[in-house]
């Protein structure tokens, strides 16, 4: 037997390991594909609630149209406290749908990577939507199906960010990971 094949009980040990330790501060293999399926269903959220938010505002402003159409034919006028009133109402809705069309762009560009800006807004604004529905849904006396959806798609954005933020990245050295669980 020459010194190049010594027999398998004798061969050295390699010298880098077989799957080496993903790099500190990544997730874990298992938690990155999670991560970025879960990014991808906040960002698809996301852009379904742009969609509703703005077909929301257009409906509301055919309506405000339609009415003032009606109330000016019948020699009537729209007191302007009302048309401001509709106006803030028509451009929360706009406002709304174009920073969810943004965060969900954002969120879906960012589902390879650990950055935690595009979570944090995508909390924010579901929060600030989730109240502002429920505040609308306090005041008026019946509610549509777009309210409810609305407000379990807000809830299923804060808790998939949340889950996604909670997870843990990997530490420096692998031998960190028995001392600290």
């Known amino acids: ?3 190049d094949q010594q027999p398998p009980h004798q061969q050295p040990w390699p010298a880098q390991p077989a799957a080496p330790w993903p790099a500190a501060g990544t997730l874990l293999p298992q938690d990155a594909e999670k991560s970025r399926r879960w990014r991808l269903v906040l960002g698809c959220s996301s852009l379904f609630l742009a969609l509703a938010s703005g077909f929301y505002a257009s409906m509301n402003i055919a309506s405000v149209i339609g009415a003032t159409r009606a109330i000016e034919a019948a020699g009537r006028y729209v007191p302007a406290s009302a048309m401001a009133l509709a106006a803030a109402i028509i451009g929360v ?22 950055a935690k800006a595009p979570l944090i807004a995508a909390i924010v604004l579901a ?45 420096a050295y692998p031998a960190a990971a028995h001392w600290t669980s």
Not at 95 to 111: D, S
Not at 146 to 156: I, R, S, V
Not at 162 to 168: C, E, F, P, S
């Open 93 to 114: 809705f706009c406002l709304l749908a174009l920073a969810y069309a943004g965060i969900g762009a954002w969120n879906i560009a960012a589902r390879r990577s650990t």
């Open 1 to 3: 037997m020459s010194y």
């Open 127 to 171: 929060g600030a939507a989730f109240v502002l529905i429920v505040f609308y849904m306090a005041t008026r006396s019946t509610t549509g199906g777009f309210q409810f959806g609305g407000l379990a798609l807000n809830a299923l954005i804060v808790s998939r960010a949340v889950t996604i933020l909670r997870m843990k990245k990997t530490p």
